[in-house]
Protein backbone atom coordinates (compact mmCIF):
# COMPACT_ATOMS: atom_id res chain seq x y z
CA UNK A 1 0.00 0.00 0.00
CA UNK A 2 1.09 3.15 -0.61
CA UNK A 3 1.00 6.57 1.06
CA UNK A 4 -2.98 7.96 2.09
CA UNK A 5 -4.79 10.13 -0.29
CA UNK A 6 -4.53 13.69 0.95
CA UNK A 7 -7.79 14.50 3.09
CA UNK A 8 -9.35 17.69 2.02
CA UNK A 9 -7.37 19.86 4.70
CA UNK A 10 -4.86 19.06 3.26
CA UNK A 11 -5.68 20.02 -0.25
CA UNK A 12 -8.81 21.80 -0.27
CA UNK A 13 -12.54 21.43 -1.23
CA UNK A 14 -13.10 19.23 -4.49
CA UNK A 15 -14.15 21.40 -7.57
CA UNK A 16 -17.45 19.89 -7.75
CA UNK A 17 -20.85 21.01 -8.64
CA UNK A 18 -21.94 23.00 -5.23
CA UNK A 19 -25.48 24.50 -4.95
CA UNK A 20 -24.51 28.35 -3.16
CA UNK A 21 -25.55 27.49 0.02
CA UNK A 22 -23.29 24.66 0.54
CA UNK A 23 -20.55 26.84 -1.04
CA UNK A 24 -21.05 29.36 1.73
CA UNK A 25 -21.35 26.60 4.49
CA UNK A 26 -18.15 24.93 3.13
CA UNK A 27 -16.21 28.51 3.38
CA UNK A 28 -17.25 29.20 6.63
CA UNK A 29 -16.26 24.89 7.79
CA UNK A 30 -12.56 25.61 6.29
CA UNK A 31 -12.17 29.42 8.16
CA UNK A 32 -12.68 27.19 11.02
CA UNK A 33 -9.88 24.74 10.32
CA UNK A 34 -7.76 27.85 9.41
CA UNK A 35 -8.03 29.07 12.77
CA UNK A 36 -7.63 26.15 14.34
CA UNK A 37 -4.71 25.20 12.71
CA UNK A 38 -3.20 28.61 13.25
CA UNK A 39 -3.91 28.36 17.05
CA UNK A 40 -6.66 30.12 17.35
CA UNK A 41 -10.45 29.79 18.02
CA UNK A 42 -13.06 29.40 15.52
CA UNK A 43 -15.39 32.67 15.36
CA UNK A 44 -18.36 32.33 16.43
CA UNK A 45 -21.38 32.71 13.91
CA UNK A 46 -22.41 35.78 14.51
CA UNK A 47 -19.15 37.30 14.11
CA UNK A 48 -19.54 36.37 10.21
CA UNK A 49 -22.44 37.58 7.51
CA UNK A 50 -22.83 33.95 6.12
CA UNK A 51 -25.42 33.65 8.42
CA UNK A 52 -27.31 36.61 6.96
CA UNK A 53 -26.69 36.16 3.20
CA UNK A 54 -28.52 33.26 3.53
CA UNK A 55 -31.42 34.64 5.50
CA UNK A 56 -31.31 36.69 2.54
CA UNK A 57 -31.45 34.32 -0.04
CA UNK A 58 -34.62 33.17 1.17
CA UNK A 59 -36.28 36.30 2.14
CA UNK A 60 -38.98 37.36 -0.07
CA UNK A 61 -38.81 40.85 0.70
CA UNK A 62 -35.12 41.55 -0.06
CA UNK A 63 -33.25 42.29 -3.10
CA UNK A 64 -30.79 39.24 -2.82
CA UNK A 65 -33.79 37.16 -2.50
CA UNK A 66 -33.35 33.80 -4.69
CA UNK A 67 -36.07 31.23 -6.06
CA UNK A 68 -35.24 27.83 -6.38
CA UNK A 69 -36.35 27.50 -10.36
CA UNK A 70 -34.00 24.17 -11.33
CA UNK A 71 -31.81 21.62 -10.14
CA UNK A 72 -29.15 21.62 -12.97
CA UNK A 73 -28.57 25.34 -12.66
CA UNK A 74 -29.03 28.36 -10.83
CA UNK A 75 -31.20 31.20 -11.92
CA UNK A 76 -30.50 34.32 -10.64
CA UNK A 77 -33.68 36.50 -9.71
CA UNK A 78 -31.97 39.95 -10.44
CA UNK A 79 -30.61 39.13 -14.02
CA UNK A 80 -33.82 38.47 -15.14
CA UNK A 81 -35.44 41.78 -13.34
CA UNK A 82 -32.46 43.21 -15.66
CA UNK A 83 -34.82 45.51 -18.00
CA UNK A 84 -31.80 45.64 -20.10
CA UNK A 85 -32.05 41.69 -20.52
CA UNK A 86 -34.65 41.70 -23.29
CA UNK A 87 -34.26 38.02 -24.87
CA UNK A 88 -37.36 35.48 -25.24
CA UNK A 89 -36.03 33.39 -22.90
CA UNK A 90 -35.84 36.00 -19.67
CA UNK A 91 -39.17 36.98 -20.43
CA UNK A 92 -40.12 32.95 -20.71
CA UNK A 93 -38.43 32.80 -17.15
CA UNK A 94 -39.62 35.80 -15.72
CA UNK A 95 -43.35 35.72 -16.22
CA UNK A 96 -42.67 31.65 -15.39
CA UNK A 97 -41.68 32.52 -12.05
CA UNK A 98 -43.79 35.38 -11.28
CA UNK A 99 -46.77 33.34 -11.78
CA UNK A 100 -45.05 29.99 -10.19
CA UNK A 101 -44.60 32.00 -7.01
CA UNK A 102 -48.23 32.02 -6.90
CA UNK A 103 -48.96 28.61 -7.08
CA UNK A 104 -46.36 26.81 -4.68
CA UNK A 105 -46.59 26.99 -0.61
CA UNK A 106 -43.38 28.46 -0.26
CA UNK A 107 -42.22 31.17 -2.84
CA UNK A 108 -38.66 29.71 -2.53
CA UNK A 109 -40.38 26.28 -3.76
CA UNK A 110 -40.65 27.35 -7.72
CA UNK A 111 -38.79 24.05 -7.91
CA UNK A 112 -41.42 21.71 -6.94
CA UNK A 113 -43.97 23.18 -9.66
CA UNK A 114 -41.16 22.50 -12.24
CA UNK A 115 -40.86 19.03 -10.87
CA UNK A 116 -44.62 18.82 -11.54
CA UNK A 117 -45.20 20.01 -15.00
CA UNK A 118 -41.94 17.56 -15.84
CA UNK A 119 -43.45 14.95 -14.76
CA UNK A 120 -46.96 15.24 -16.10
CA UNK A 121 -45.52 16.37 -19.50
CA UNK A 122 -43.16 13.39 -20.17
CA UNK A 123 -43.43 10.09 -17.71
CA UNK A 124 -47.56 10.46 -18.04
CA UNK A 125 -48.25 10.35 -21.65
CA UNK A 126 -44.85 8.35 -22.13
CA UNK A 127 -46.39 5.76 -19.58
CA UNK A 128 -49.51 6.21 -21.29
CA UNK A 129 -48.50 5.58 -24.74
CA UNK A 130 -46.79 2.38 -23.90
CA UNK A 131 -49.95 0.59 -21.85
CA UNK A 132 -52.37 2.02 -24.88
CA UNK A 133 -50.11 2.66 -28.07
CA UNK A 134 -47.67 1.03 -29.21
CA UNK A 135 -44.96 -0.85 -27.04
CA UNK A 136 -41.68 -1.05 -28.41
CA UNK A 137 -38.83 -2.28 -25.89
CA UNK A 138 -36.46 0.73 -26.92
CA UNK A 139 -39.59 2.95 -25.58
CA UNK A 140 -39.66 1.11 -22.43
CA UNK A 141 -36.31 1.14 -21.79
CA UNK A 142 -35.79 4.61 -22.06
CA UNK A 143 -38.94 5.49 -19.80
CA UNK A 144 -37.26 3.03 -17.17
CA UNK A 145 -33.69 5.02 -17.53
CA UNK A 146 -35.68 8.36 -17.33
CA UNK A 147 -37.68 7.08 -14.26
CA UNK A 148 -34.91 6.17 -12.58
CA UNK A 149 -33.27 9.29 -13.04
CA UNK A 150 -36.51 11.14 -11.89
CA UNK A 151 -36.93 9.20 -8.72
CA UNK A 152 -34.34 10.56 -6.38
CA UNK A 153 -36.24 14.20 -6.83
CA UNK A 154 -39.24 13.15 -6.80
CA UNK A 155 -39.02 11.08 -4.08
CA UNK A 156 -37.58 14.39 -1.96
CA UNK A 157 -40.35 16.69 -3.30
CA UNK A 158 -42.66 14.08 -1.79
CA UNK A 159 -40.82 14.38 1.30
CA UNK A 160 -41.29 17.64 1.30
CA UNK A 161 -45.09 16.74 0.64
CA UNK A 162 -45.20 14.27 3.36
CA UNK A 163 -43.83 16.60 6.22
CA UNK A 164 -45.44 19.82 5.24
CA UNK A 165 -48.77 18.48 4.33
CA UNK A 166 -48.73 19.34 0.66
CA UNK A 167 -45.83 21.69 -1.69
CA UNK A 168 -48.23 24.12 -3.19
CA UNK A 169 -50.55 27.21 -1.93
CA UNK A 170 -54.11 26.71 -0.52
CA UNK A 171 -55.88 27.61 -3.60
CA UNK A 172 -54.81 24.73 -5.40
CA UNK A 173 -55.10 21.88 -2.50
CA UNK A 174 -57.39 19.26 -4.65
CA UNK A 175 -54.47 19.26 -7.24
CA UNK A 176 -51.98 19.38 -4.48
CA UNK A 177 -53.62 16.40 -2.52
CA UNK A 178 -54.44 14.09 -5.16
CA UNK A 179 -51.36 14.46 -7.52
CA UNK A 180 -49.27 12.03 -5.50
CA UNK A 181 -52.06 9.32 -6.44
CA UNK A 182 -50.98 9.54 -10.02
CA UNK A 183 -47.30 9.87 -9.95
CA UNK A 184 -46.24 7.64 -7.07
CA UNK A 185 -46.73 4.75 -8.92
CA UNK A 186 -44.85 5.44 -11.88
CA UNK A 187 -41.99 6.30 -9.40
CA UNK A 188 -41.55 3.36 -7.81
CA UNK A 189 -43.77 4.53 -4.77
CA UNK A 190 -47.11 2.35 -3.13
CA UNK A 191 -49.37 5.12 -2.50
CA UNK A 192 -49.02 6.94 1.16
CA UNK A 193 -46.75 3.80 1.93
CA UNK A 194 -43.72 6.36 1.96
CA UNK A 195 -45.63 8.82 4.43
CA UNK A 196 -46.57 5.72 6.81
CA UNK A 197 -42.71 4.22 7.03
CA UNK A 198 -40.62 7.50 6.99
CA UNK A 199 -42.97 10.02 8.88
CA UNK A 200 -44.92 7.59 11.29
CA UNK A 201 -42.21 5.29 11.90
CA UNK A 202 -38.99 6.33 11.21
CA UNK A 203 -38.86 9.71 12.78
CA UNK A 204 -40.90 8.55 15.47
CA UNK A 205 -38.43 6.17 16.29
CA UNK A 206 -35.40 8.15 15.11
CA UNK A 207 -32.86 4.80 14.25
CA UNK A 208 -33.75 3.61 17.58
CA UNK A 209 -34.07 -0.35 17.90
CA UNK A 210 -38.37 -0.33 17.22
CA UNK A 211 -37.49 1.66 14.14
CA UNK A 212 -38.74 -0.56 11.04
CA UNK A 213 -35.42 0.78 9.23
CA UNK A 214 -32.84 0.84 11.96
CA UNK A 215 -29.38 -0.04 11.41
CA UNK A 216 -28.28 -0.58 14.87
CA UNK A 217 -28.84 -4.31 15.07
CA UNK A 218 -26.57 -4.97 11.75
CA UNK A 219 -22.38 -5.05 11.35
CA UNK A 220 -22.78 -1.90 9.24
CA UNK A 221 -19.35 -2.87 6.94
CA UNK A 222 -21.07 -6.43 6.23
CA UNK A 223 -22.51 -7.19 2.98
CA UNK A 224 -24.15 -10.36 4.58
CA UNK A 225 -25.74 -7.79 7.05
CA UNK A 226 -26.52 -5.58 4.03
CA UNK A 227 -28.43 -7.99 1.83
CA UNK A 228 -30.80 -8.95 5.10
CA UNK A 229 -31.55 -5.76 5.83
CA UNK A 230 -32.59 -5.06 2.22
CA UNK A 231 -34.18 -8.18 1.74
CA UNK A 232 -36.25 -7.60 5.25
CA UNK A 233 -38.01 -4.65 3.74
CA UNK A 234 -38.14 -5.72 0.38
CA UNK A 235 -40.37 -8.86 1.12
CA UNK A 236 -41.65 -7.92 4.52
CA UNK A 237 -42.39 -4.48 4.39
CA UNK A 238 -45.72 -5.00 4.08
CA UNK A 239 -46.25 -7.13 7.20
CA UNK A 240 -43.47 -4.86 9.53
CA UNK A 241 -45.07 -2.15 8.70
CA UNK A 242 -48.81 -2.73 10.03
CA UNK A 243 -47.39 -4.81 13.04
CA UNK A 244 -45.36 -2.21 14.27
CA UNK A 245 -48.17 0.27 14.33
CA UNK A 246 -50.85 -2.32 15.81
CA UNK A 247 -47.51 -3.12 18.88
CA UNK A 248 -47.48 0.73 19.56
CA UNK A 249 -51.57 0.63 19.65
CA UNK A 250 -52.23 2.51 16.42
CA UNK A 251 -54.52 0.76 14.59
CA UNK A 252 -56.44 2.95 12.99
CA UNK A 253 -53.00 3.78 11.20
CA UNK A 254 -52.30 0.31 10.79
CA UNK A 255 -55.96 -0.43 9.12
CA UNK A 256 -54.98 2.66 6.90
CA UNK A 257 -51.57 1.69 5.71
CA UNK A 258 -52.44 -1.93 5.11
CA UNK A 259 -55.79 -0.82 3.11
CA UNK A 260 -52.99 1.70 0.48
CA UNK A 261 -50.22 -1.37 0.66
CA UNK A 262 -52.55 -3.83 -0.63
CA UNK A 263 -54.46 -1.56 -3.15
CA UNK A 264 -51.53 -1.10 -4.96
CA UNK A 265 -50.45 -4.37 -5.17
CA UNK A 266 -53.97 -5.19 -6.44
CA UNK A 267 -53.23 -2.37 -8.97
CA UNK A 268 -50.25 -3.38 -9.99
CA UNK A 269 -51.56 -7.33 -10.22
CA UNK A 270 -54.11 -6.21 -12.32
CA UNK A 271 -52.09 -3.98 -14.65
CA UNK A 272 -49.48 -6.76 -15.65
CA UNK A 273 -52.53 -9.95 -15.67
CA UNK A 274 -53.66 -7.11 -18.53
CA UNK A 275 -50.44 -5.66 -19.93
CA UNK A 276 -47.28 -7.53 -18.29
CA UNK A 277 -44.54 -5.79 -20.85
CA UNK A 278 -45.54 -2.50 -20.40
CA UNK A 279 -46.44 -2.69 -16.73
CA UNK A 280 -42.58 -4.15 -16.24
CA UNK A 281 -41.26 -1.00 -17.29
CA UNK A 282 -43.83 1.23 -16.41
CA UNK A 283 -44.64 -0.09 -12.66
CA UNK A 284 -42.56 -3.17 -11.36
CA UNK A 285 -39.27 -2.47 -12.24
CA UNK A 286 -39.51 1.26 -10.90
CA UNK A 287 -41.20 -0.28 -7.80
CA UNK A 288 -38.30 -3.16 -7.51
CA UNK A 289 -35.49 -0.46 -8.15
CA UNK A 290 -37.23 2.10 -5.67
CA UNK A 291 -37.67 0.02 -2.53
CA UNK A 292 -33.93 -1.22 -2.71
CA UNK A 293 -32.65 2.41 -3.35
CA UNK A 294 -34.66 3.29 -0.22
CA UNK A 295 -32.48 1.22 1.93
CA UNK A 296 -29.60 1.76 0.21
CA UNK A 297 -29.94 5.63 0.94
CA UNK A 298 -31.27 5.12 4.46
CA UNK A 299 -28.00 2.76 5.81
CA UNK A 300 -25.58 5.47 4.19
CA UNK A 301 -27.35 8.20 6.21
CA UNK A 302 -27.61 5.81 9.59
CA UNK A 303 -24.74 3.59 9.38
CA UNK A 304 -22.22 5.79 11.21
CA UNK A 305 -23.87 5.79 14.89
CA UNK A 306 -21.77 6.46 17.79
CA UNK A 307 -21.20 3.56 20.42
CA UNK A 308 -21.89 5.73 23.19
CA UNK A 309 -24.71 7.81 22.98
CA UNK A 310 -26.49 6.06 19.89
CA UNK A 311 -29.27 8.09 20.57
CA UNK A 312 -28.31 11.27 19.60
CA UNK A 313 -29.44 13.03 16.37
CA UNK A 314 -25.75 14.05 16.13
CA UNK A 315 -23.96 10.86 16.07
CA UNK A 316 -26.65 8.47 14.42
CA UNK A 317 -26.86 10.37 11.24
CA UNK A 318 -24.53 12.40 9.27
CA UNK A 319 -24.54 16.02 7.15
CA UNK A 320 -23.30 15.85 3.73
CA UNK A 321 -22.30 19.58 1.80
CA UNK A 322 -21.93 19.99 -2.16
CA UNK A 323 -23.36 16.52 -3.12
CA UNK A 324 -26.17 15.65 -5.44
CA UNK A 325 -28.67 15.22 -2.47
CA UNK A 326 -28.44 19.26 -2.40
CA UNK A 327 -28.83 20.07 -5.66
CA UNK A 328 -30.83 17.37 -7.50
CA UNK A 329 -32.52 16.40 -4.34
CA UNK A 330 -33.48 19.47 -2.02
CA UNK A 331 -31.09 19.32 0.67
CA UNK A 332 -31.49 15.93 1.55
CA UNK A 333 -27.43 16.09 2.59
CA UNK A 334 -28.32 17.75 5.89
CA UNK A 335 -29.69 14.81 7.15
CA UNK A 336 -28.85 15.70 11.04
CA UNK A 337 -30.97 18.88 10.30
CA UNK A 338 -33.65 16.93 9.25
CA UNK A 339 -34.06 14.93 12.23
CA UNK A 340 -33.34 17.76 14.61
CA UNK A 341 -36.63 19.09 13.23
CA UNK A 342 -38.53 17.29 10.32
CA UNK A 343 -40.81 19.96 9.76
CA UNK A 344 -37.84 22.75 8.93
CA UNK A 345 -38.23 23.74 4.99
CA UNK A 346 -35.38 22.55 3.08
CA UNK A 347 -33.94 25.68 2.15
CA UNK A 348 -33.20 26.71 5.88
CA UNK A 349 -30.72 23.92 6.88
CA UNK A 350 -27.77 25.00 5.69
CA UNK A 351 -28.50 28.51 7.52
CA UNK A 352 -29.53 25.64 10.46
CA UNK A 353 -26.76 24.20 10.20
CA UNK A 354 -24.14 27.09 10.67
CA UNK A 355 -26.36 28.35 13.49
CA UNK A 356 -26.09 25.57 15.64
CA UNK A 357 -22.24 23.75 14.20
CA UNK A 358 -20.66 25.17 17.93
CA UNK A 359 -23.22 22.38 19.08
CA UNK A 360 -22.51 20.39 16.16
CA UNK A 361 -18.80 19.99 16.77
CA UNK A 362 -18.83 19.34 20.59
CA UNK A 363 -21.48 16.97 20.12
CA UNK A 364 -18.86 15.34 17.45
CA UNK A 365 -21.39 15.01 14.65
CA UNK A 366 -19.73 13.63 11.27
CA UNK A 367 -20.01 16.01 8.14
CA UNK A 368 -18.94 14.83 4.77
CA UNK A 369 -17.95 16.40 1.04
CA UNK A 370 -18.73 15.63 -2.43
CA UNK A 371 -19.46 11.68 -1.22
CA UNK A 372 -23.07 10.95 -1.06
CA UNK A 373 -25.34 8.36 0.59
CA UNK A 374 -24.88 5.75 -2.10
CA UNK A 375 -21.62 6.09 -2.33
CA UNK A 376 -21.08 5.56 1.46
CA UNK A 377 -22.50 2.83 1.58
CA UNK A 378 -20.28 1.30 -1.62
CA UNK A 379 -17.70 2.72 0.67
CA UNK A 380 -18.67 1.18 3.72
CA UNK A 381 -19.34 -1.84 2.07
CA UNK A 382 -16.17 -2.69 0.87
CA UNK A 383 -14.20 -1.58 3.98
CA UNK A 384 -12.72 1.64 2.25
CA UNK A 385 -12.58 3.86 5.64
CA UNK A 386 -9.62 5.97 4.13
CA UNK A 387 -11.93 6.95 1.09
CA UNK A 388 -14.48 8.20 3.14
CA UNK A 389 -11.79 9.91 5.78
CA UNK A 390 -10.32 11.54 3.16
CA UNK A 391 -14.14 12.79 2.14
CA UNK A 392 -14.63 13.94 6.07
CA UNK A 393 -14.51 17.92 7.29
CA UNK A 394 -13.30 17.59 10.44
CA UNK A 395 -14.76 20.07 12.98
CA UNK A 396 -14.53 20.20 16.56
CA UNK A 397 -11.76 17.87 18.03
CA UNK A 398 -11.84 15.81 14.87
CA UNK A 399 -9.90 19.16 13.29
CA UNK A 400 -6.61 17.54 14.92
CA UNK A 401 -6.97 14.23 13.87
CA UNK A 402 -4.84 12.88 11.87
CA UNK A 403 -6.18 10.69 8.11
CA UNK A 404 -5.95 7.22 9.61
CA UNK A 405 -6.85 8.00 13.20
CA UNK A 406 -10.26 9.71 11.66
CA UNK A 407 -10.64 6.33 9.29
CA UNK A 408 -10.39 4.31 12.36
CA UNK A 409 -12.68 6.27 14.04
CA UNK A 410 -15.30 5.91 11.18
CA UNK A 411 -14.73 2.31 11.58
CA UNK A 412 -15.54 1.86 15.48
CA UNK A 413 -18.74 3.55 14.49
CA UNK A 414 -20.02 0.64 12.25
CA UNK A 415 -20.58 -1.72 14.92
CA UNK A 416 -23.48 -4.14 15.64
CA UNK A 417 -25.27 -3.42 18.72
CA UNK A 418 -25.83 -6.24 20.93
CA UNK A 419 -29.52 -6.32 22.71
CA UNK A 420 -27.67 -5.85 26.16
CA UNK A 421 -26.44 -2.52 24.20
CA UNK A 422 -29.28 -1.83 23.10
CA UNK A 423 -31.26 -2.39 26.43
CA UNK A 424 -28.93 -0.08 28.19
CA UNK A 425 -28.56 2.86 26.18
CA UNK A 426 -31.84 2.93 24.34
CA UNK A 427 -33.58 1.96 27.92
CA UNK A 428 -35.31 -0.88 26.66
CA UNK A 429 -37.11 -3.30 28.87
Not at 59 to 66: A, G, I
Request: aromatic share 14%; glycine share 4%; hydrophobic share 40%.
Amino acid sequence: MGDPEPSIVERGPDEAFFTAADNIVLDELFKDIKDVKAGSQPSTMEERASLKLLENMSDTKHPDFQPTVFSTWDCNLADLNNKTINSIRAALLRNYITWARTVVRHETDVIFLTHIIMYFCTSVPSALYLLFGNFTYLHAVIHLLVTVWYSGGFTLMMHNHIHNNGVLAKSYAAFDWSFPYILEPLMGHTWDSYYYHHVKAHHVEGNGPDDLSTTIRYQRDSLWCFLQYEIRFLLLCWFDLPKYFISKGKYNLAFRVTCTEFSSYAFLVLLARWQFKPTLFVFLLPFAIMRIGLMIGNWGQHALVDDVEPNSDFRSSITLIDVPSNRFCFNDGYHTSHHLNPLRHWRDHPHAFLKAKSRYSTEGALVFHNVDYLEITFRLLTKNYMHLAKHLVPIGDQIGMSQIELAEMLRRKTRRFTEEEIKLKFGKK
